[in-house]
């Protein structure tokens, strides 16, 4: 059974840094695996969609990239800024699509 | 305006009061999923369509129902809600469960049973 994990659950980052939020999966066995954000309240917004033959997809300020071997994905998100406040979900898709419980990211003027 | 529709927004409701919450996409699209999400539990699928007739069970089906009869419309039924029922629900659809393309969520319903 696949099993998605994000550590950490909240990361608190002043505005203008870069970071990383990380998402593991147990299962290679996938066809892709997509990056969500999730406003208060709101629903998911679908961000990025790594296919399994891809290293990585980048849109405007953000880039993920995907280790099968792994079991691991990130999400880059360049100069960060308050707007990027949100809670960020991956995931995996095997068929079935399995989410982490999501990293909440507040970024600080 | 591609989206995906569910109504309504909130509901507050007593235990063993049937409910609908509708869901419609306007995408063409074959899959369709029901998403309750919870509190530490995240994000569990209940069922989920890949076309029209074609349902299935996810991990958390106890107590729902669902039915495909367009393509369009995925309806999530409670027979007899009961309080552990009480979560934010998504409705979500894509192209195809096969082929690579991302998930569109509606904007939720979050439902009370008391």
């Known amino acids: 059974k696949q099993e998605v994990t994000q550590i950490p659950a909240a990361l608190s980052v002043p505005e203008g840094e870069n970071l990383v939020l990380n998402c593991s999966f147990t299962d290679s066995a996938i066809y892709n695996l997509q990056w969500f954000r999730q406003d208060p309240g709101k629903g998911l917004t679908s961000l990025l969609l790594i296919q399994s033959s891809q290293r990585e997809q980048t849109s405007g300020r953000l880039n993920a990239s995907l280790d099968k071997s792994s079991g691991r994905s990130t999400l880059y998100i360049a100069a960060s800024q308050p707007g990027d406040s949100a809670t960020y979900l991956c995931a995996a898709s095997g068929g079935k699509l399995t989410f982490g419980k999501g990293i909440t990211l507040s970024v600080r003027p | 305006e591609a989206q995906v529709t569910q109504n309504p927004r909130y509901l507050i409701t007593v235990t063993g009061k049937k409910l609908t919450v509708t869901c419609s996409q306007n995408m063409n699209h074959e899959y369709m999923s029901w998403y309750r999400q919870d509190p530490g539990l995240g994000l569990r699928q209940i069922y989920y369509?890949?076309?029209?007739?074609?349902?299935d069970k996810g991990d958390v089906p106890e107590g729902y129902k669902v039915s495909r009869k367009e393509k369009r419309n995925f309806p999530l039924i409670l027979e007899s809600p009961s309080p552990n029922q009480t979560s934010l629900y998504f409705c979500a659809s894509s192209l195809s469960n096969r082929v690579n393309s991302p998930l569109h969520f509606g904007n939720g319903t979050r439902l009370t049973v008391t």
């Open positions: 369509s890949m076309n029209v007739e074609v349902t």
